[in-house]
């Protein structure tokens, strides 16, 4: 149990732990109406012993607890919180440091750092794998349609309804993006920044609005398939050897892959 102390729990607008750091010791971020901190807890000693404040109190940023993700690194050292895709703070307990880039709006800047993001295996900076994807498809329209204009990188917006994703072997990501109009299922190399596979599994509708809480990233065992299920029924998959699996998504009633070859491992 983590404990705040004299802060009311009562009093918190967001509020996302982490217990997965070093034996005794959680992470998590908590806003209330001071602001948005990532706090590290000595759960034996019953203290907060490290705070990083992320952003002052702001209605304007309205940060939803789906936004946040609370990480540790995988040697224990470093807690980490991540706010829309990009990690925003980092304390390292082993050696007192930390850094912050302070969240003035949803176009901020994260950290970008590699010694700082060393460590922190499952996190996928969103912003990076929009580029690539950006790229991807930029590539696929000169060579389909030649003459074809285009906006610079540093002149397309970032933009995206929601992403999810799980970590692969050898930094390869299973990433699911909405965009607003469509869903997809990518396979991305976040060491190289491209993306590798892809498939398309639906187009948003009257009779399809897909929620992040309605999608689950995952692999199969030996990570050698992907996939992506909505609804609790699995509806694209990708084999990392070669070739997809897809049942074409128009109603939440539209069955999931049936094939027990393409389910096998899932």
């Not at 990480?71 to 930390?98: H, P, Y």
């Not at 993001?117 to 912003?127: A, E, R, W």
């Not at 990233?217 to 990570?223: G, K, L, N, P, S």
């Amino acid at each position: 149990m983590i404990n705040l102390e004299n802060d009311n729990d009562d009093d918190s607008k967001v509020f996302v732990g982490a217990t997965s750091g070093p034996e005794g010791f959680a992470g998590f971020f908590d806003e209330d109406g001071h602001g948005g901190y990532l706090y590290v807890s000595d759960q034996k000693a019953d203290r907060i012993i490290r705070h990083l404040r992320i952003y002052e109190s702001s209605d304007v940023l309205s940060v939803k607890e789906r936004d946040v993700e609370v990480l540790w690194s995988t040697d224990g050292t470093k807690c980490g919180v991540v706010i829309w895709g990009e990690m925003r703070g980092t304390i390292n307990i082993a050696n007192g440091r930390e850094i912050c880039v302070p969240l003035e709006s949803r176009q901020t800047p994260g950290i970008t750092d590699a010694e700082w993001l060393k460590g922190f295996d499952g996190y996928l900076d969103q912003n990076q794998f929009i580029r690539a994807r950006q790229r991807h498809w930029k590539k696929m329209v000169e060579e389909h349609e030649p003459g074809a204009q285009s906006l610079p990188e540093d002149q397309t917006p970032i933009q995206t309804n929601f992403i999810l994703y799980a970590r692969g072997s050898s930094n390869t990501f299973a990433v699911f993006e909405d965009d607003g109009k469509s869903g997809y299922l990518y396979l991305y190399s976040s060491t190289a920044q491209i993306v590798l596979r892809f498939l398309h599994v639906y187009d948003r509708s009257l009779r399809l609005d897909v929620a992040p809480e309605d999608v689950q990233v995952i692999w199969a065992d030996r990570e050698t398939k992907c996939g992506v299920a909505i609804w609790g029924k699995i509806r694209g998959i990708i084999d990392l050897q070669g070739g997809e699996g897809r049942v074409w998504m128009e109603t939440r009633d539209t069955p999931g892959i049936g094939d027990q070859k393409w389910l096998e491992g899932f």
